[in-house]
């Protein structure tokens, strides 16, 4: 499976980014997939799983009531819309896609990373 993240921009914190997780050569509908985020120096964290039906999500402390994952498998794409964004979001985003159908946030359950996207966000 080749991920392929997008959508990371430039944003004034309070704004809104949707950013988008597409895979080609193999489909990852029934794959749960992750968002996760990295800060130069510091660990990947988990930000974000969805169920392979997306009938199962779960968030992170640190972005619950802000972010929304969701995903369209018809599309092979699964989304994350990120609103009220603060400074302290900014960072490189990944998208992951899990071994099995429902995931957790350990990097381990994770078999296929993308290249992931920078979002920047301004005070």
């Known amino acids: 499976v080749q991920l392929q993240a997008s959508g990371g921009g430039l944003v004034q914190a309070g704004g809104s980014l949707k950013l988008n997780c597409t895979a080609s050569?193999?489909?990852?509908?029934?794959?749960?997939v992750g968002w996760f985020r990295q800060v130069p120096g510091k660990e990947r964290e988990f930000v974000s799983v969805i169920s392979w039906n997306g009938g199962t999500t779960s968030y992170s402390d640190s972005v619950k009531g802000r972010f929304t994952i969701s995903r369209d498998n018809a599309k092979n794409a699964v989304y994350l819309l990120m609103n009220s964004l603060k400074p302290e979001d900014t960072a490189v985003y990944f998208c992951?896609?899990?071994?099995?159908?429902?995931?957790?946030?350990?990097?381990?359950?994770?078999?296929?990373w993308g290249q992931g996207t920078l979002v920047t966000v301004s005070s």
């Open positions: 992951a896609v899990a071994r099995g159908s429902v995931s957790g946030s350990s990097r381990s359950s994770y078999a296929y």
């Open positions: 050569r193999r489909t990852f509908s029934n794959n749960a």
